[in-house]
Every structure is written in C-alpha cells, then in structure tokens.
C-alpha cells in the first residue's frame, strides 16, 4: 500500500464507545460490509506500507470511550509530515519535516485503564526526525486516577535531528527550542506515613541522552500540590511560579556513570520577589567525581563566583555515606544580601 501525497481538509469525526469494548458506534458499518470470518489458518507476508508527504487541515476530532474512561478532543489547525521511511514491520520511522500549528488537544482519563490478559510483544519504535516544529498549540490533560492536570500552552518549539531509538533507551537531539510557552501543572497526592527505613540503592538510569544547544526564553512554569495557593511573600515548595525562565545551554550529554552540561545563561524570577539574574557553569559527574566550575551566580542583590569539586570512591556510596566524600571549594567575590536570605 502506498500512500503519498495526501491533502486533506475539514473534516470532523466522532467515535465512541460504551462499556461493551467490542462495540463501537460505526461497528455496524463494519458488519454490513463484512462477510463471514474464514477461521481456517493461512499464512501472509507482513503489509508493505509506504507513506510520503501528509498535509491535514482544520480537522475535528472526538473520541469518547466509557469502556476505558477516556474522552479526546481535538481540533486541529495544521499538520505537514513528510515521510521518508515508515516500516510497520521493524518499527522503523524517519521523518524530514514534521510542522504542527493552530491546534487544541484535551484529553481526560476519568478511571484507571481495564486490565487486560493481552501478552502480544512488538518491537520498539526508532524514530528519526530532521526538523520538528510545532506553534501556537495547547494541550489539556486531565488524569483523575492519577491525580494529575496539565494545562500546556506552547509557543514555540523546534528540535533538529532527533533519534528515539526506544529499545535502546537512547534519545538524542541537535537543537531544542522552546520559546513563549506556559506549563501549569496541579497535583493531588495522599499524604502518607513511612513504615521504613529501607531505601532502593543508587543506580544510574538506563538511558543515553544528549542535546547540543539548548534554547529556552519567555516561558512560564507553575505548579501546586492539592489546591495550596502561592504565595507573594516567601517561597512556597507546595504552589510556586517561575515567569520569564531562559536558559542557554550546550553539550547535555547522559549516560550511565557521564553527564556533563554547559549552562551559558540561566534566569528567572518569581512573584515572591525571587529574581536570579544569571547563573552560569559547567557541570560534570561520573562515578568518582563531581564538579562544577565556571560557577557565575547572581540573585537579587546577592553574587558569588565559584569552582566546587566532589571525590568519592563510587557515586552509590557517596550517597549512603556523604561523610567520606572530599569537597574542594573555591569561593571568590562573594556579596550576601540578609534580605535575600530570608525572602528564601
């Protein structure tokens, strides 16, 4: 099957289901159409399927699904993909353009997903883009099982040269912009006792994740934890907002026992009266050593200038027994505030 060149305009649909999962409202379509199922086994080659450019426009989506609790709704300005490899088969895909514009998605889970005996195994994707795009988009999503809303109002953002490569749990990215968004997050979690003292050991996450350039400006992050209220005269960890966050980083690069990232700006300010004009420096961790030289910060009307270095035998036993850690610190041109202090 080979589909190219595909435009599409104005179109609307609306799916749904009741709590029946085989049926849903055009499964009757399906059945005029149909004829008897062939139960006899035979055997195929897997789909050969080629897709090439997509260019999809003002289309309005509705899906409301009571057997998983999920309903979505999405209206859908701009979609422009060009495809240069789509393989159902090794799960392999490779975008030269991907650019998504004008568009609303709400989606909201009202309860946990069924629990299903479904034991079918499929590949991991790997996934390659060259440019990624998407303005002026807006993502509500509402998980009531999971106490969790997630309100996202992205300007823009533009990644070059991306590989997700998901069995390897490697993700990597040339440049990442993220400019003129806002992120509003709300949770509700149970307070609850600890009965333990018994904590899981240290081990380095199972990813590769790398950037070379990273750009954020004008956006605006704020969250709170069941309902509490920010506020404008001292910092609050349960309901906080940071307006005006920029950062200019290089070379974000993770794997297990490495990471290193240059940070050349990083700024924000808060209603509270927290402002951090700048900080800037150069971190790096393996499993003997951590470090960050380069150290520029200035907060209000407080500055410092740094190099901190960290030795230990391995980073798992610097974090059971921090006492046998060697600091080294060297701490130039510092000028505390009182007020700085305690507005913290």
């Known amino acids: 099957i080979?589909?190219?060149?595909?435009?599409?305009?104005?179109?609307?649909?609306?799916?749904?289901?009741?709590n029946?999962?085989?049926v849903f409202n055009f499964t009757f379509l399906i059945d005029a159409l149909t004829t008897t199922t062939d139960t006899t086994a035979t055997t195929s080659a897997p789909m050969n399927i080629n897709v090439g450019s997509l260019d999809i426009t003002d289309w309005k989506l509705n899906y409301s699904d009571a057997y998983l609790g999920t309903d979505i709704n999405l209206i859908l300005g701009q979609l422009d993909i060009d495809v240069s490899e789509f393989d159902l088969n090794s799960m392999k895909f490779s975008l030269d353009?991907?650019?998504?514009?004008?568009?609303?998605?709400?989606?909201?889970?009202?309860h946990e997903f069924p629990i299903t005996e479904d034991t079918t195994s499929t590949a991991l994707p790997h996934i390659e883009v060259e440019d990624f795009n998407?303005?002026?988009?807006?993502?509500?999503?509402?998980?009531?099982?999971?106490?969790?809303?997630?309100?996202?109002?992205?300007?823009?953002?533009?990644l070059t040269e991306i590989l997700a490569d998901v069995s390897k749990n490697r993700?990597?990215?040339?440049?990442?912009?993220?400019?003129?968004s806002e992120i509003d997050v709300k949770l509700r979690s149970e307070e609850t006792?600890?009965?333990t003292t018994n904590t899981a050991e240290f081990e380095w996450p199972e990813f590769i994740i790398a950037a070379n350039d990273i750009d954020l400006a004008q956006n605006t992050f704020s969250y709170s934890i069941n309902g509490k209220q920010?506020?404008?005269?001292?910092?609050?960890?349960?309901?906080?907002?940071?307006?005006?966050?920029?950062?200019?980083?290089?070379n974000l690069e993770y794997r297990p026992e490495q990471f290193n990232l240059d940070v050349s700006k990083f700024s924000f300010s808060e209603p509270n009266g927290i402002h951090l004009n700048q900080l800037a420096f150069k971190a790096g961790l393996n499993n003997t050593?951590?470090?960050?030289?380069?150290?520029?910060?200035?907060?209000?009307?407080?500055?410092?200038?740094?190099?901190?270095?960290?030795?230990?035998?391995?980073?798992?036993?610097?974090l059971e027994n921090p006492e046998k850690s060697t600091l080294t610190a060297n701490i130039a041109d510092l000028n505390l505030e009182l007020g700085d202090l305690l507005n913290i």
């Open 289 to 318: 050593k951590a470090s960050l030289s380069d150290v520029v910060f200035q907060i209000n009307n407080s500055s410092a200038n740094a190099d901190l270095n960290v030795q230990f035998n391995s980073l798992k036993d610097a």
């Open 193 to 195: 006792k600890i009965t």
């Open 134 to 158: 998407v303005n002026n988009v807006n993502i509500t999503y509402n998980s009531q099982p999971g106490g969790l809303q997630t309100q996202l109002k992205l300007g823009t953002i533009e």
């Open 230 to 250: 920010q506020s404008t005269e001292s910092f609050n960890p349960n309901a906080s907002k940071i307006e005006e966050l920029q950062l200019l980083a290089q």
């Open 2 to 18: 080979s589909i190219d060149d595909v435009i599409s305009k104005g179109v609307v649909a609306k799916i749904n289901r009741e």
């Open 20 to 22: 029946n999962p085989d």
């Open 97 to 110: 353009d991907f650019k998504l514009s004008n568009t609303q998605l709400q989606y909201v889970q009202s």
């Open 171 to 180: 993700y990597e990215t040339d440049d990442l912009v993220l400019h003129d």
